[in-house]
C-alpha cells in the first residue's frame, strides 16, 4: 500500500466531515449513551460523543462509513475528548485508554473493508487530538492573570496516554486539531515525539490551528505565521486551520502558511459560519464553490469539513478536487 506521503505528491486528499453533526441525526438519549454497561452511572453522560464509540459503535462505523463513501480518504476517530482532561467532565478518566483503542478500532475496522475493496485508493485513520477544555497559557480568571488552570506536564501526560491508544487501536496518522492555545498543541507534539521515541515508529502528524475570529489570531494570541513558525521545528506531515470559520473566511490565513512552508497544508472549515441558533446553514454547493478558490490558488494539499459539514458536503468537495493538482512544493517528513 502506497504511503501518504506518496500519495500527496499525486492528488489533494479528503478528510472527513463533522463527527457530531452526523451524530445529532441519530437524535441519542440518555439512555442511548448509558447503554446497557453505564446505566446506573451517576453522572449524566448525555453529550458525551466519544463514550459512543463504546455504547453506539455500530453508528459510529456507519458515520465512517459514509465519509468514506462520500469521497474521503482520511477519517478522524471519534476521539475529540479522548484525554483525561476533558473526560473528568463525566467522571470518565478511567476510560481514556479504551475510548480511544476502541475508537481506532472501528475506523481502522471500516478503513480496511474500502481499502480492500478499493486498493489503488487507500483509506487513512487519523486519530483525533483536541485541544481539551483547558489552556496552558492563559488564565481563565480575570482576577488572577498568572493563574494557571493546568500545567504543560499534565496536558503532556494525558496527551501521552490518548496518542498511544490511538496507535495501538490502529491509526495510521495523527491529527492535533482545533488548536486554539500552541502551548497545548506543543504539549501533545512532545506526548508524540516521545511516544515515537519510545516505540522506534514513524508516524505521519498533522497540526491544525484554529483562527477564532476576524482578528486573524488563534485565542492565545498567534497570528497565521506566528503559529506555523510555532510549530515548524517539528517533523510533521502537514499544518493547516480548521473550525471557527468558514471556508471563504480561512483564504487570508491559508494564503500565509502556504507562502510560508514546505509542509502540506491542510484545511477544514465549517459550513459557514454559525446562525443565530448555533447552526450551519451552508449548503454542500455552497461549500464546495468558496473551497474552489483554494483549489484555483493552489493552497492546500488536503481539505475536508469542521462544524456542520456532512458526508454531502464531503462528496461535493471530492467531486471537484478530482479537477485540480495538489499544491507544491513539498517536503513531507
Not at 71 to 84: H, R
Not at 246 to 269: D, N, R, T
Amino acid at each position: 500500500m502506497k504511503k501518504i506521503e506518496e500519495i500527496l505528491k499525486e492528488r489533494i486528499l479528503i478528510l472527513d466531515g463533522a463527527m457530531g453533526t452526523m451524530l445529532q441525526r441519530y437524535k441519542f438519549t440518555e439512555g442511548d449513551f448509558r447503554g446497557d454497561r453505564f446505566k446506573d452511572w451517576e453522572h449524566p453522560l448525555v453529550g458525551n460523543n466519544d463514550l459512543l464509540s463504546l455504547t453506539q459503535p455500530d453508528a459510529i462505523a456507519e458515520v465512517h462509513r459514509k465519509y468514506f463513501e462520500a469521497g474521503a480518504d482520511i477519517v478522524e476517530t471519534n476521539t475529540f475528548s479522548g484525554t483525561t482532561i476533558a473526560m473528568a467532565d463525566y467522571f470518565m478518566e478511567e476510560l481514556v485508554y479504551e475510548l480511544n483503542y476502541e475508537s481506532a478500532r472501528i475506523a481502522k475496522e471500516v478503513a480496511d473493508e474500502f481499502t480492500a475493496k478499493e486498493p489503488d485508493k487507500p483509506r487513512f485513520v487519523a486519530g483525533s487530538i483536541g485541544p481539551t477544555n483547558k489552556t496552558a497559557s492563559m488564565s481563565p480568571d480575570v482576577n488572577d492573570p498568572g493563574y494557571r488552570a493546568i500545567s504543560f506536564n499534565e496536558l503532556r501526560i494525558a496527551y501521552k496516554q490518548q496518542v498511544e491508544a490511538l496507535l495501538d487501536g490502529g491509526a495510521d496518522l495523527l491529527l492535533v486539531e482545533t488548536i486554539f492555545d500552541t502551548l497545548n498543541a506543543k504539549a501533545a507534539l512532545f506526548a508524540i515525539e516521545e511516544v515515537k521515541d519510545e516505540r522506534g515508529i514513524h508516524v505521519p502528524i498533522m497540526v491544525s490551528g484554529t483562527i477564532t475570529d476576524a482578528s486573524g489570531r488563534t485565542l492565545s494570541g498567534q497570528t497565521a505565521e506566528a503559529f506555523l513558525i510555532s510549530v515548524s521545528h517539528l517533523p510533521i506531515l502537514s499544518v493547516g486551520f480548521n473550525c471557527a470559520l468558514g471556508a471563504s473566511q480561512l483564504v487570508p490565513h491559508l494564503e500565509v502558511v502556504s507562502a510560508k512552508s514546505e509542509f502540506a497544508i491542510s484545511a477544514h472549515p465549517n459550513a459557514g459560519l454559525p446562525n443565530a441558533f448555533g447552526e450551519y446553514d451552508e449548503t454542500p454547493e455552497q461549500m464546495a464553490s468558496q473551497i474552489k478558490e483554494y483549489l484555483e490558488k493552489s493552497l492546500v494539499n488536503i481539505v475536508g469539513g469542521c462544524c456542520g459539514t456532512t458526508p454531502e458536503h464531503i462528496k461535493a468537495i471530492a467531486d471537484l478536487v478530482k479537477e485540480y493538482k495538489p499544491r507544491r512544493p513539498l517536503v513531507l517528513n
